[in-house]
């Protein structure tokens, strides 16, 4: 996740491209997030030896991007650092799987080759989706659009929650771990019971503010229940882009477009 | 570890989800049962410290490499079972959303992983049980060693297992179970140890931050039993529909839980989705040979049938993938410029806008 | 308006691990009055605002608003009578957007969604915050902040404004914004500070809290230039009434305010 301070960067970004005001800005959260989450089904149904075939569905994300106006490059500086995992994960297939698949020429593909590319485009398809999500609809849209389809308060309120402390206890965090790293002359990282004594201290800390909110909510006649969020209403605009993506979604999954495309060409040449 | 979309299938991904669901709906009716409304600032505020926490490495004595906390375990003991558990959730969905860490379809694997394990399995059954037979910080540690390492140890697992069963990684269950539990072992190990001493901070400055945390809740006791149950069900419910879904429709949606199921039986192509594809494409002048899958459909179940039998290989394929990878290229050309073309329009509607 | 009164007989409070914080505090204050709580660290200050809106019950005495004394029947009433500012801004806005944080008390009311909305409006439109409503609060400035946390309460329509604190971590040109701000107010209100400049400015009233009793209840021009009163209560006197302000007028003022902000800072 980076160090702290740029985390945090990367939430305030974030944060405030989803302040912007864009069509794409504009519809309904809960058709995006349902549109969104139909997208990463689709894309990731595709078969693991067809990297090319989900390629086409990337017009959605650059959609979203485009007209929302979220710079391509901030995106793309994300995807080549987040999530090592995928990328070690799937580094095993080419090694494991080395049956010659595709022959380029003299050189061989290996099939494991195959399905790592496949993986990777689905890792860019999926996650820029998510981040285009988010940039263009912003955390508190997506937790009234959870809470009014369905997913239970205690949840979507924790999250609202969780996400405006964020930054004052990052804030706490940054300045204790600056203060620290002044101190110990640029040594690595905090020994274990420095770690434990400092995140003890935020930790009580932390406990008296949720009291002290608590109380804050309490006079301001708090009751148990929060009641947040406009109900909005779904427009026709909002379906037609919901019923417009998925359709096209579907349509890329049933019709092989890439391979389409890649015959047409090669006849042509 | 989080799980990336990336690594899963739709069932898989379907199913998890489903269970999560199941899990946040149970916890938050739990919460109200307990009618303690000072824990709704008190989970978000705590969810927040760990998150922040999880940004700050600390160096892990005699390896010289870092780690950072993970907090399932440290939650629940702070706020109970269910109350970790949904902030556990709200974390996780925060770093998916914020840090594309996992993905919104892996979202179900990861909460289920890092939430469920460590607040329903490894508090509960492990760390009440060996804390609460008596006093000190010996047996505070002990509890929290094997509490985490065995919920480690279980997320670990349930990683292994959910990769494994999506079958879009080639490595094998026993090559996977080596790497990852190990590692893991080794984070549980470090977990506990921070945990511990987490514990031991707190109750030698503030003890009645844990009374309060360990005060008899309102609602009727916990137990896991008929939560395993209902999980187990819709879990197998979903993944079951999902996988019918699949294998009544394999052309539209291979979706591969067939094969997980050892059922590698692929449709004849002449039936559904696939005869109308080929009609229609029969039609487009400019794609009369689309036939490369139509022939040789075994090439889709390679990994399980066509490992060691390299001759069998289509030479079919070779052509058709070629001019496949060439139309992705060609399809990202397109996005381009479909994205440059809205571009350009934009530009014209608001430069009118503004002149 | 006779529940603009508070009256507090005999308030005793300990806190669970045993620290005494309030040992008998007695004081009446009326309708429009403004009164400034003073006191060192430590003084019992917070302690006892926080029985004014009924979070902490008196182990002894009572605490009465206006005609109702605070009971647990009653502090729903209390609460919307006695408006609250927090000594800090992030402990009172804990919505995700400003506006929804102005609306929250209101909307906790039960009033239609309308008077919802104008009452918000109108809070923000007092405090100056009315272009500040669709951020999130951690964009805020120190001042803003302040600002906005006043508002939460004022969409309440309190008779009595309470407030903890309300200049520090203030930077003096949002202090000089607040003070203006808060003298416009007619509310009777009830500060708790060391910040003895701004008392000089706001309050008419001083009450003087050392070790959990009343020292000093009177008026503030009377108490603002008892030097060794002050000092025995561990509080300076305004930097504008010491001496060495008025032979060398155009001075180090600026130099203090930040020396003081300093202090302050390592205090917290
Ligand atoms: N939550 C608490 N638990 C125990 N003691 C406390 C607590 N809060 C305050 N005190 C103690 O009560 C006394 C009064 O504190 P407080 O009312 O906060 O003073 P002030 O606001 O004037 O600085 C102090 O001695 C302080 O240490
Ligand atoms: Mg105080």
């Known amino acids: ?269 | 570890m989080h799980m990336a979309d990336a690594l899963i299938s739709p069932a898989v991904g379907g199913a998890m989800w489903a269970a999560t669901a199941g899990l946040t709906v149970y916890s938050a009716r739990k919460l109200k049962e307990e009618m303690d409304e000072r824990k709704i600032p008190l989970m978000g505020v705590m969810g927040a410290l760990i998150f922040a926490a999880q940004m700050i490495n600390f160096t892990i004595p005699g390896t010289g490499s870092s780690g950072h906390l993970g907090g399932g375990l440290l939650l629940a003991i702070l706020l109970g079972p269910p109350a970790a558990f949904l902030t556990m959730a709200s974390i996780l969905t925060i770093q998916a959303l914020f840090f594309a860490d996992g993905g919104l379809l892996a979202l179900g694997c990861n909460i289920f992983n890092m939430g469920f394990f460590p607040c329903f399995i490894a508090f509960p059954f492990i760390y009440k049980k060996i804390a609460s037979s008596g006093e000190g910080a010996k047996r505070i540690l002990a509890a929290a060693l094997a509490a985490s390492i065995i919920g480690l140890q279980l997320g670990a697992f349930g990683v292994v297992i959910e990769t494994v069963f999506s079958k879009i990684s080639e490595l094998p269950l026993g090559t996977f179970l080596l790497v990852m539990q190990p590692i893991h072992l080794a984070i549980g190990i470090v977990e506990g140890v921070v945990t511990a001493s987490l514990i031991g901070f707190i109750s030698s400055t503030r003890p009645e931050v844990l009374e309060a945390a360990a005060g008899p809740a309102r609602g009727k006791p916990f137990s896991i039993k008929p939560v395993l149950i209902a999980l187990i069900l819709v879990a197998a419910f979903t993944g079951g529909v999902l996988s019918w879904f699949a294998s009544s429709n394999p052309e539209g949606l291979e979706w591969s839980i067939a094969r997980i199921c050892g059922n590698k039986e692929l449709k004849s192509p002449e039936s559904g989705v696939h005869a109308l594809l080929s009609r229609i494409q029969e039609k487009m002048a400019f794609l009369p040979d689309y036939d490369f899958r139509k022939e040789k459909p075994e090439g889709l179940a390679k990994s399980e049938s066509a490992q060691g039998k390299e001759n069998a290989w289509p030479s079919m394929r070779t052509g058709t993938s070629v001019s496949g990878l060439l139309g992705g290229a060609m399809s990202l050309v397109l996005a381009g410029l479909i994205g440059f073309g809205i571009k350009i329009f934009q530009g014209r509607k608001s430069g009118r806008r503004d002149g | 308006m006779s529940h603009h009164i508070v009256e507090v007989k005999e308030l005793k409070f300990s806190y669970p691990d045993g620290t005494p914080a309030l040992n008998g505090v007695n004081f009446r204050i009326t309708h429009g009055e403004s009164v400034a709580l003073v006191g060192a660290n430590g003084a019992g200050k917070s302690t006892l605002l926080l029985h004014l809106n009924g979070y902490l019950t008196p182990q002894a005495g009572s605490v009465r608003i206006g005609d109702i004394p605070i009971t647990k029947s009653t502090l729903k009433q209390v609460r919307q009578t006695v408006g609250m500012v927090f000594q800090d801004p992030d402990d009172q806005l804990f919505m995700p957007r400003v506006y929804d944080d102005v609306a929250f008390g209101p909307t906790n009311l039960g009033l239609p969604p309308d008077e919802v909305k104008q009452r918000t409006m109108n809070a923000l439109a007092l405090v100056g915050a009315v272009h500040l409503k669709d951020r999130p609060p951690y964009k805020l400035s120190g001042g803003e902040k302040r600002a906005v946390s006043i508002a939460t309460v004022l969409s309440m329509s309190p008779a009595i404004l309470v407030m903890d604190e309300p200049t520090s971590n203030l930077d003096p040109k949002a202090r000089r914004q607040l003070m203006s701000l808060l003298a416009e107010f007619d509310h009777t209100k009830i500060i708790a500070t060391h910040d003895m400049d701004m008392v000089l400015d706001l309050c008419s009233r001083v009450i003087i809290l050392r070790g959990g009793e009343v020292v000093a209840d009177g008026a503030a021009k009377d108490i603002l230039n008892n030097r060794e009163l002050l000092d025995s209560s561990g509080l300076e006197k305004p930097f504008r009434l010491q001496e060495a302000v008025w032979k060398n007028p155009s001075g180090f003022r600026d130099a203090r305010y930040a020396g003081i902000k300093g202090i302050e800072e390592l205090r917290n």
């Open chain 1, 1 to 269: 996740m980076g160090s702290i301070d740029s985390s945090f960067f990367d939430i305030g970004r974030l944060d405030a491209l989803s302040s912007k005001d864009s069509p794409v800005h504009r519809i309904d959260p809960r058709l995006k997030v349902l549109t969104t989450l139909y997208f990463i089904a689709i894309a990731i149904s595709f078969d693991k030896y067809d990297p090319a075939g989900p390629v086409p569905l990337l017009v959605y994300p650059m959609t979203l991007m485009i007209i929302g106006e979220i710079p391509f490059s901030y995106i793309a500086k994300k995807l080549l650092i987040a999530s090592p995992f995928v990328l070690s994960v799937a580094l095993f297939n080419p090694i494991l799987d080395r049956c010659p698949m595709l022959n380029l020429g003299p050189i061989s593909v290996s099939g494991g080759l195959v399905s790592f590319a496949s993986i990777m485009t689905k890792y860019v398809l999926t996650v820029s989706a998510v981040l285009a999500l988010i940039a263009c609809t912003g955390l508190d849209s997506i937790c009234s659009a959870l809470a009014r389809m369905g997913v239970p308060k205690a949840f979507t309120i924790q999250l609202l929650f969780l996400y405006r402390y964020i930054f004052v206890l990052g804030e706490e965090a940054a300045r204790m771990t600056r203060a620290r790293a002044l101190r110990s002359f640029g040594g690595k990282g905090l020994g274990m019971s420095v770690y434990s004594s400092m995140i003890g201290h935020l930790l009580l800390r932390t406990v008296d503010r949720a009291q002290r909110i608590h109380l804050a909510m309490l006079c301001r006649g708090f009751d148990g229940e929060i009641r947040h969020g406009e109900p909005s209403k779904i427009r026709l605009s909002d379906l037609l882009f919901l019923a417009g993506w998925c359709a096209l979604f579907t349509l890329l999954r049933l019709y092989d477009f890439p391979a389409w495309l890649g015959k047409g060409l090669g006849r042509l040449l």
